[in-house]
């Protein structure tokens, strides 16, 4: 009498099932990390500049990823050591979850997804920002496709890439190029005054194309400012993020009582005034 296989193996795990349940096998995923509960503590530390406490956070639960063989997690937790690494200015660690994130994508076939299209448009920024501008131009592409196959042509995804998507033109001098993308971006984040924080932004952007045009760019920094001010705005720490980023671009357009003003912003909200 042959045997089968059900017949004689010991059950791996009391909750699988099928195949599985009589087939252990130690290299698939052993479980899943909590990465919405992760990004909400990385969110906050980073809104707070608390650099430090991020990547302390992010590599425990890399290492955790790993040890669950959590390849989606671990795609999540790369693709944010790629924003939190080229804030810091480390190239070669952010250049190394670049690779990393892009390998799993590869290996999962994910790379139809609009969660995929973050981690494009995170790996694309740290080219630009590490002078391989030329480089984040196909990765932005990649990202705007899944966005018009899966999103609302107003989704605020869309004004994020565009305006990175244009500072990446810019590097590269494709000005004309550049101001169309942030205009883009502009228009997208002017749907709503929740938007503000980031419409603004993308009006600071767009004022560096105009160095040398001094209406075209006092035009862009007045209603930077005037979005900043949005007094619908919540006052909280993503705020201060906003204001202090910012402050160096008024400064560097001569405009030093704005960087103060919103500098003090910043500094009064994380001391919880």
């Given at each position: 009498?042959?045997?089968?296989?059900?017949?004689?193996?010991?059950?791996?795990?009391?909750?699988?099932?099928?195949?599985?349940f009589?087939d252990y096998?130690?290299?698939?995923?052993q479980?899943?990390?909590?990465?919405?509960?992760?990004?909400?503590?990385?969110?906050?530390?980073?809104?707070?500049?608390e650099?430090?406490?991020?990547?302390?956070?992010?590599?425990y639960?890399?290492?955790e990823?790993k040890q669950?063989?959590?390849?989606r997690?671990?795609l999540?937790?790369?693709?944010?050591?790629?924003?939190?690494h080229?804030?810091?200015g480390?190239?070669?660690?952010?250049?190394?979850?670049?690779?990393?994130g892009?390998r799993?994508?590869?290996?999962?076939?994910v790379?139809?997804?609009?969660s995929?299209a973050t981690?494009?448009?995170?790996?694309?920024?740290?080219?630009?920002?590490?002078?391989?501008?030329?480089?984040?131009?196909?990765?932005?592409?990649?990202?705007?496709?899944?966005?018009?196959e899966?999103?609302?042509?107003n989704?605020?995804?869309?004004?994020a890439?565009?305006?990175?998507w244009?500072l990446?033109?810019?590097?590269?001098?494709?000005?004309?190029?550049?101001?169309?993308?942030f205009?883009?971006?502009?228009a997208?984040?002017t749907?709503?005054?929740?938007?503000a924080?980031?419409?603004?932004?993308?009006c600071l952007?767009?004022?560096?194309?105009?160095?040398?045009d001094?209406?075209?760019?006092?035009e862009?920094?007045?209603?930077?400012?005037?979005?900043?001010?949005?007094?619908?705005?919540?006052?909280?720490s993503?705020?201060?993020?906003?204001?202090?980023?910012?402050a160096?671009a008024?400064?560097?357009?001569?405009?030093?009582?704005?960087?103060?003003?919103f500098?003090?912003k910043?500094e009064k909200?994380?001391a919880?005034?």
């Open positions: 009498m042959s045997l089968d296989a059900f017949d004689y193996k010991e059950p791996a795990c009391p909750l699988c099932s099928g195949k599985e009589y096998d130690p290299a698939a995923q479980g899943s990390i909590p990465v919405p509960q992760i990004i909400a503590k990385i969110d906050d530390a980073l809104n707070r500049e650099y430090g406490e991020a990547k302390r956070i992010l590599y639960w890399l290492e990823a669950l063989r959590d390849l997690g671990q999540a937790i790369y693709s944010e050591l790629m924003g939190l080229r804030k810091n480390e190239k070669d660690e952010a250049l190394a979850a670049v690779e990393n892009l799993i994508i590869d290996a999962l076939g790379g139809h997804l609009v995929t981690v494009y448009i995170n790996a694309a920024t740290v080219y630009k920002t590490f002078d391989r501008a030329a480089n984040a131009i196909p990765l932005y592409e990649k990202a705007e496709k899944i966005y018009k899966n999103l609302n042509e989704d605020p995804l869309f004004g890439l565009y305006n990175n244009g990446a033109l810019a590097d590269l001098d494709r000005t004309e190029e550049a101001l169309a993308s205009e883009k971006a502009l997208i984040m749907v709503s005054p929740d938007r924080p980031e419409a603004a932004i993308t952007n767009m004022a560096d194309l105009f160095f040398g001094d209406d075209k760019a006092d862009l920094i007045q209603r930077a400012y005037a979005l900043l001010r949005e007094p619908t705005l919540a006052h909280d993503y705020y201060a993020f906003v204001c202090k980023k910012c160096p008024f400064r560097a357009h001569g405009y030093f009582l704005m960087a103060k003003e500098e003090e910043a909200i994380y919880g005034a």
